[in-house]
């Protein structure tokens, strides 16, 4: 009797510590994306000088989310970045196929297939870029419009 309250009071604490730890609710195993980027910049995002990370860099814009959530504003796919240290993920979407847009500066992220509305994560430095195909099959940097960016920051309609 001892023995098997050991056991399932065993089996509760680590049922607890695994949800605790996020392992419950992992986001499903998508590979890293990697693309390449038509201009050539030697500071971005993830990198250190002097043992500070870099938050930003030219092409991108960066918003205080004071941990406040963004949202798909669009079905689409979120892939982590191809440098785990970057913190970045890339979102791409048939509705805008000839865009990818890095978000960089969230804490657990969710990844894989989500809708539009969808939370796909939270942070308090948002750092978004976008990203325009080009002919040569590289992404070039580019501004995005107000609207779009305020689009990921605003609340899903009910």
């Known amino acids: 009797m ?5 056991i399932t009071h065993r089996f509760w604490l680590i049922a607890l510590l695994s949800l605790a730890t996020g392992c419950g609710w992992r986001s499903p195993e998508v590979a890293p994306l990697t693309i390449q980027v038509y201009q050539d910049w030697q500071l971005s995002y993830g990198d250190e000088i002097g043992g500070y990370q870099v938050q930003g860099g030219l092409g991108d814009i960066a918003l ?4 406040d959530r963004i949202h798909m504003p669009f079905n689409g796919e979120v892939f982590p970045a191809e440098s785990p ?4 993920v890339y979102v791409s979407s048939a509705e805008v196929p000839a865009y990818l847009f890095r978000i960089c500066g969230l804490s657990r992220p969710r990844l894989g297939p989500l809708t539009a509305g969808q ?3 939270r942070g308090q430095l948002l750092v978004f870029s976008t990203l325009r195909k080009q002919p040569d099959g590289t992404w070039a940097l580019v501004e995005p419009a107000p609207d ?7 609340s899903p309609a009910p």
């Not at 205080?64 to 941990?67: F, H, K, M, P």
């Not at 240290?85 to 970045?88: M, V």
């Not at 779009?148 to 605003?154: K, Y």
């Open 64 to 67: 205080d989310l004071r941990g």
């Open 148 to 154: 779009l960016i305020e689009s990921w920051v605003r």
């Open 2 to 6: 001892r023995r098997a309250r050991l």
């Open 119 to 121: 939370n796909l994560g």
């Open 85 to 88: 240290a970057s913190g970045c």
